[in-house]
Every structure is written in structure tokens, then in C-alpha cells.
């Protein structure tokens, strides 16, 4: 099979280079060899990294996901591991329609202002007590690497 080099992962995985680069610096991949100054990999990357990108839209974090892969590159994911992410994306999901629900209350709400409604100040009350979490996270700070 033809090498592929960076450049050429880059463009076809829609991954920038600087990530290549630090998925194999965390050993998520693993390059070939070089060809010049360019890193090469097997064509088998591209479906690799899919799995990373599933992994990260999933929720797992690339600790986890590198743990689901065998030394010899083969996925091994482990069954138990998906059900408590799936359960964990369940709660996420009652969570966010209650919230969901409660803006557009809070948006429709004939009340003379948000702090009289009941039900905003429900949703304030929560937030208050640390019961809702922020919807977006922080993303992990990446370093550079050559």
C-alpha cells in the first residue's frame, strides 16, 4: 500500500497537521516513517482517525479513547465502556431539554419580569446550587509541536 504523507492525511481526514502531530506525540497514531522532513502514514490513519473523531464527539476524552486501542492498533472497545457513556449522554440530554424548556417558559412568560416567574427562577436556583453544569467545556490547551 502507498504511504500517505502529513500534507495528504491532512486533506483527507479534514485533521490540520499541528493535530496529527500531537495525536502522535500522545500515541493515538503513529507515523511510518518520513519522507524528507514530512511524517508518513499508512492509508489505515484515515480510518483511525474517524474513530478518534467519533470517540471526541462522544464525549471521550483522548486518554480514554487512546485506551481503546490494542498495541497492535486494533480497536478494543469495551462494551461496559459505551453503555455508561451512553447513560451519561442520556442524563446529559434530560438535562438540557428541562433547560431547553425552561428558556422558552421563560421566553413566553406573561409574568411582568423574568425573576417573577417561578419557573425561571427555578432554573436560577439550580444554577445557583452547582445542579447545572456549563454547556460548553473548556477545551484541553494543545501545545505545539514540530
Partial sequence: MKQLDIAEVARRSGVPASTLR???EKGLIASTGRRGLRRLFDPGVLERLALIALGQVAGFSLDEIARMFSPDGRPRIERERLTAKAEELDRTIQRLVAL?????HAAACTAPSHMECP?????VRLAGTGRLEPLVQKAPRRRRSA
Fill in 100 to 104: 431547553r424548556d425552561g428558556l422558552r
Fill in 119 to 123: 419557573r425561571f427562577r427555578s432554573i
Fill in 22 to 24: 500531537f495525536y502522535e
